[in-house]
């Protein structure tokens, strides 16, 4: 069997990304072993061919796209907020040329492991479209899944769990250090008006280990890079910036790199889940839907992004004494998925 991986933020920077791409071939070696995989991607090829040497990886260029369907039996859409528009339609251009072809071609496409990050995002007709030519649809999350089905889709769309989670079985990231912070900050270009307040909550907790830790590694308005240079200098003297990701490494590079923590507050999705998998108390900073599910997933308290300094004491209160163990019950969630998406490929 050959799969066409046809979304292409692997490799980008975001190691959320590749640890859920990491999962899914996890579980491909597992159920379907000799499955072959292609994806054409417009980043460089090296670290991505070093990192996944499993999936042929191609350039993004259209002369590209028809050979790797010709000999594929199904498309599939792995992973992420592929339906997401908030900043661009980028990605549902490209999600709209790929399904043309399929079409053309006579190929089936499915989704595996995605999720809807605002609800408005899945009203719009273009996302309609590739809603209804989709022949199975699996989410991330019951929310996401709620969301795309009301879309009326032509198979009944599946509520799972995402795919990272099979990394972190497979691999369990450092367990959590006593007296540890691990902050993962991110705005999607926007500013973070809650700040100080939380960073007064921190000083409040007497905390003096703490790690501004970057999921994101480029350098983007509203990410983690930026927010730490715009730290007042005495406070940005107070984190250490760890950036666990090393450019074509294997992932488990990556997460022995990325250290554990007593605590963690993120506004990624990926540092929660694995904040949750090495027996952090998480605290998430909603910043969106997709947040705000995942805290609900991972049965964390939410904040919101300007959550005053006595709600964030709350929150991170709250979490300490919540029960604190891998959401092993999630992995199961996505290898089911994987496996009845692997099933109705093959028909």
């Not at 792995?78 to 528009?85: A, I, K």
């Not at 952090?280 to 805290?295: C, D, H």
């Amino acid at each position: 069997m050959h799969l066409h991986l046809g979304q292409h933020f692997y490799g980008a920077g975001n190691l959320g990304d590749d640890f859920m791409l990491g999962g899914f071939l996890e579980a491909l070696h597992a159920q379907a072993p000799g499955t072959t995989c292609s994806c054409r991607v417009p980043f460089p090829l090296p670290p991505l061919r070093d990192r996944f040497p499993a999936v042929e990886w191609l350039p993004y260029e259209a002369g590209n796209l028809e050979p790797c369907l010709r000999r594929a039996d199904a498309w599939l859409g792995l992973g992420g907020s592929p339906f997401q528009q908030a900043q661009s339609a980028w990605f549902i251009d490209h999600l709209t040329a790929e399904a043309a072809a399929c079409d053309r071609m006579g190929k089936p496409m499915f989704y595996l492991g995605v999720g809807v990050q605002g609800a408005a995002e899945a009203r719009g007709p273009a996302v309609q479209r590739l809603v209804a030519q989709a022949e199975g649809i699996w989410t991330r999350d019951p929310a996401s899944a709620e969301s795309l089905a009301s879309l009326a889709p032509r198979r009944p769309v599946v509520a799972a769990s995402d795919l990272a989670h099979l990394w972190f079985r497979a691999h369990p990231p450092r367990p959590a250090v006593a007296g540890r912070l691990n902050l993962t900050p991110n705005f999607d270009f926007g500013p973070w008006p809650g700040r100080d307040a939380l960073l007064a909550a921190v000083d409040a907790l007497g905390v003096e280990d703490r790690v501004w830790l970057v999921q994101e590694d480029r350098e983007l308005p509203g990410a983690e890079r930026i927010l730490y240079s715009r730290l007042p200098p005495a406070e940005r003297a107070r984190w250490r910036l760890l950036a666990p990701d090393v450019p074509g490494a294997p992932l488990t590079v990556a997460l022995d790199r990325w250290t554990g923590a007593a605590r963690t507050v993120s506004a990624r999705y990926h540092a929660a889940l694995l904040g949750a998998w090495a027996g952090s108390a998480v605290v998430v900073i909603a910043t969106n839907e997709k947040l705000r599910g995942v805290a609900e997933e991972l049965r964390a308290p939410a904040i919101a992004p300007e959550a005053p300094t006595a709600v964030v004491l709350k929150a991170l209160a709250t979490a300490q004494a919540g029960p604190r163990r891998p959401p092993v019950a999630l992995a199961e969630q996505a290898a089911a998925a994987v496996a009845a998406c692997l099933a109705a490929i093959r028909g």
